[in-house]
């Protein structure tokens, strides 16, 4: 699914070590997470890469890339949704539902649909409203970054604190 491109979304562990390792598995295994709930999660793959300086250190890592923007256009017949505000209530509820329960789930509150941040808004084609689908999770909870710290606009005072952000659930929703 990943075509030949002069340009890659790449993700790569934040420095070299294990534990940076281990957070870039987690937040890769995230993005699978979410592919098997909705089909509209972002394609990833683990790739191995040697970064090297002419006479200097060589460090082997693995990172990951996630599919381009016209890949993803391409393969969800969506149109991808870059300018605006968006509000809660515009978003396809049962997509809305999932998102919400998904990063309640692992346990992320860095992202917002109004500015799209960490969220892409996407318009099926055919849909009637469209869907945010989050992306970038290093501020994780599941993740937990040593650098990650919540927004001081939250009720919570560190990234491993559940904060459900979904707006008007209801009971019926929920079960």
């Keep these: 699914g990943f075509t030949n491109h002069d340009k890659l ?8 070590g ?3 390792q281990q957070a870039l598995y987690k937040e890769y295994l995230v993005y699978q997470l979410y592919k098997a709930i909705d089909s509209f999660g972002f394609n990833t793959r683990l790739v191995n890469f040697i ?10 890592l693995t990172g990951f890339i996630i599919e381009d923007d016209k890949d993803y256009a391409l393969r969800t017949n969506a149109i991808l949704v870059k300018d ?25 509150n860095d992202y917002a ?24 999770f290093d501020y ?3 993740v937990d970054q040593d650098y990650a710290e ?14 459900f952000r979904g707006k008007d659930v209801t009971l019926e929703e929920i079960v």
């Design 9 to 16: 979304k790449v993700v790569l562990p934040c420095n070299y």
């Design 18 to 20: 294990d534990e940076y």
């Design 113 to 136: 649909i109004y500015n799209k941040h960490n969220l892409e808004i996407i318009f099926p084609e055919g849909a009637k409203q469209p869907r945010a689908i989050p992306y970038d």
């Design 150 to 163: 919540p927004s001081s606009n939250l009720p919570i005072d560190h990234i491993r604190q559940p904060s």
């Design 140 to 142: 994780a909870g599941i």
């Design 84 to 108: 605006g505000i968006v509000n809660d209530q515009a978003i396809e509820r049962e997509s809305y539902l999932r998102m919400q329960f998904f990063q309640y789930m692992i346990i992320n």
């Design 51 to 60: 970064l090297a300086e002419k006479g200097k250190k060589k460090f082997d």
